[in-house]
DNA sequence: AAATAAAATTAGATTAATCTAAAAAATATT
DNA sequence: AATATTTTTTAGATTAATCTAATTTTATTT
């Protein structure tokens, strides 16, 4: 297999994550929206992409993610999630610090790296977001996860991931005191705005809002 | 300061090590065989590294490195070292598989990222090689050389210079298997004839004269 | 179904990094 | 000093990745 340029790799990881947020093909807007770049950008690549036979790709007909791209974008995902990990877990950063270095450490090429990593890791499950790390074959389970919006009033469940990343949402999170591991139990849901008041770890009680209930994934 | 890109940092740190190496003038040639390169590709880089004022560069006449670009290769080359400890400390590679790894890990942009692994590895001074790690500030200290002959029994070194440079010296040398960049254990000393036997490597078990020990210089 | 709007692609430029081949400058040799 | 050789630079192409503007295709709306 041939290798993949950076610009190819983060191309190909985002086609695999909007395929999995929901429909068939993928819109090449919506992948110029995610990568932040022009629609003209994302044609090209698209056409790159193909000719390595990496994706599916049919002009004004949108694009699916083959089986030879669906275990490259795993591999740099496995990569970004480990990194996460060792940047959380042994070098103490804050779990809304990684993402951007990740972004570059997951494009570091040597297998053996990534294995000595993983054992030095402990061979972790999921990152420091509760996101999943797929192993060497790119396998993996999901923990069942929901919106904390979706939850009936007096359900409880443990905090495991959440849906928006970016780091003033995150930020937000550890201010109102949302982590992950936090025990959740739904105490009132206020129908006309979807807000809610909510008991964390059984103590501390807090109002969200919509936005946040809707973007704070749990088990239950 | 300007971001480099990967390329540049490249180029600038050849540069650096060529300087270092000798000559007041680094020459287009010299740099185009370091970086397996042609020539007409570095004096391409070389403007454009004099246009960013990494290095003072006059057609024809080879090229010094900036003060600008001095401080700029040592950072890249700290991030390199710092890199190589964890790999070996950390990661348990073998001191003779870290470079290439660290060759990719030394562009990872985060200033934040050097200063918590520095902290995480102790602040190493030197790396699985012997070569000195400069600080935030670029500076550092080389190691100090010392005989074979004063490392005590299961001290290990790497060989980095000769006392006596004739040439049937360095021809024994050769010989027995002794060379620049060896790694060296003293596994055993003999008090009454200054004799010693060594390990080369890790694998090559020697027995060697006091007056070679007094003339071959290992860091440790 | 024709007109309009939206989405996607192509055309044409630009920048970084590389190359080969040709030209220019510096060095070495007769 | 004139010639030959080596070194270095420039000229011109190429590839990857990007952009804006123009065009084409698909979807939507009257």
Redesign the interface.
């Known amino acids: 297999m041939k290798i993949l340029s950076f610009a190819e790799e983060n191309y190909l990881k985002a086609v695999y994550h909007l395929s999995n947020a929901g429909e068939l093909d993928v819109t090449t807007n919506s992948i110029a929206e995610e990568m932040d770049t022009k629609a003209a950008s994302v044609s090209d690549m698209l056409r790159r992409l193909s000719e390595k036979e990496m994706v599916v790709y049919k002009k004004y007909q949108g694009v699916k993610i083959s089986e030879k791209g669906k275990t490259a974008a795993l591999q740099v995902i496995r990569k970004h999630r480990l990194w996460e990990v060792f940047?959380v877990e042994?070098?103490?950063?804050n779990w809304d610090?990684v993402h951007?270095?990740a972004e570059?450490?997951e494009h570091?090429?040597?297998p053996?790296?990534i294995q000595?990593?993983d054992?030095?890791l402990g061979h972790p499950k999921f990152d420091p977001h509760g996101d999943p790390i797929p192993d060497e074959n790119g396998l993996f389970k999901e923990k069942p996860q929901v919106p904390l919006a979706e939850v009936e009033v007096s359900g409880d469940g443990i905090v495991v991931a959440v849906k928006d990343t970016n780091s003033m949402f995150l930020q937000h999170l550890d201010r109102i005191g949302i982590y992950l591991g936090a025990k959740t139990k739904v105490t009132e849901k206020v129908e006309f705005d979807g807000s809610m008041e909510i008991l964390i770890d059984g103590k501390n009680k807090l109002f969200i809002s919509k936005e946040v209930a809707e973007n704070v994934l749990v088990t239950h």
Chains 1, 2 share one sequence.
């Open positions: 940047l042994k070098l103490k950063f610090q951007e270095i570059q450490l570091i090429k040597s053996l790296l000595r990593l054992d030095f």
